[in-house]
């Protein structure tokens, strides 16, 4: 495989020196470099934090080893890190680009997103990637002369396109946001600072995206053994995963089920990763950038999976839906938490004086701007602190069991 394993920078690659910038100018740190301080201020921020205490599938109390939104994240860093330094990227820039990805997601996972896009459907909904933007933005107040992060543009360009362009080159919304247009704080955002909505982010931000996925397939199948939701042999039903299977088994034979599936999910990430490298490196070689714009201009990604490991990315998550994110045990959950949220929030609605002391301070008069800051509040919680203020205001709060 012809990689840069070098450590040099490719021409197509992020340089923090040429970065575009902050929105508010800052003096340059004399012992890092502009992507490196993204990466530290994400790591020091409240909803950074916070992570650890949300749901990536299972609620906190179900096991002590189960996924979070944080350990999710770290995964997703480490691969990301692993993708660009194999293609020659900057590496901190898509290790920002990784930390940031999660820190809009809302408690209890997307459930709790479905129920806060639910409450918010008439006054703008709500959005996990349009919440990324605001915490990084607006909501983070930890500096003094800013709000949010004050993160470079590469960064928040990066985070905002984590899955690929808004829009067309003329404005109007592509993919998912065709149904639903641009969410409000992103189009005001970019009236600040043009993020270019049109292009193709990063070749940085194109390694933590399909990072994301590769974190996604290996650790839930990792969750759902553990949970006994299934069981290894069951994966032979996408043969991809059938041919680790038998490869673990040949060269381990009777080793134990603990081991033997921590084996597969080994050779899930590596795979994965050896094929985003090859794939990523024709496409590369097809293209020819000599700028990061390049990358940006290419109307398509530039790192991601070949065409059979797309499918088997595919044939993964179609095997996990029905037997892990739509199982019975984990739907009931997901049920309840979704009430609990939308319990909150028109409880805050109706009653605004229930919410926090320092929460009523600067609470907008009218409808749709206060629902955007209660939305705020509540997305910002953390499972348990939600099972916590239900509790507070309700008689009777769901397990989540």
Known sequence: MDSLQTGARATYAENPAHSRGRLIAEPQSPTRSDFRRDCDRIIHSTAFRRLAHKTQVFVYHEGDHFRTRLTHTLEVTQIARSLAR??????DLAEASALGHDLGHTPFGHAGERALDFCMAGYGGFDHNAQTLAVLTRLESRYADFDGLNLTWEALEGLVKHNGPLTDRVGNPVGRYVKHGIAASILDYCRLQDLELWSWPSAEAQAAAIADDIAYDAHDIDDGLRAGLFVLDDLAAVPFLAGLIREVDAGHPGLDEFRRGHEVGRRIITRMIEDVIAESLRRIAALAPKSPDDIRNAGHA???FSPAMAATDKAIK?????????????????????RVLRDLFARYMAHPDDLPVERQQNLLPDARGRA??????????????????????????????
Do not use: K
């Open 86 to 91: 194999a293609l020659g990227l900057d590496e």
């Open 302 to 304: 530039v790192i991601g």
């Open 318 to 338: 179609g095997f996990l839906n029905p037997r892990m994110y739509r199982h019975s045990r984990v739907m009931a959950i997901m049920t309840d938490a979704e």
């Open 372 to 401: 955007r800051q209660i939305a705020d509040f509540i997305a910002g919680m953390t499972d348990r602190f939600a099972l916590i203020e239900h509790a507070r205001l309700f008689d009777s709060t769901p397990e989540l069991r």
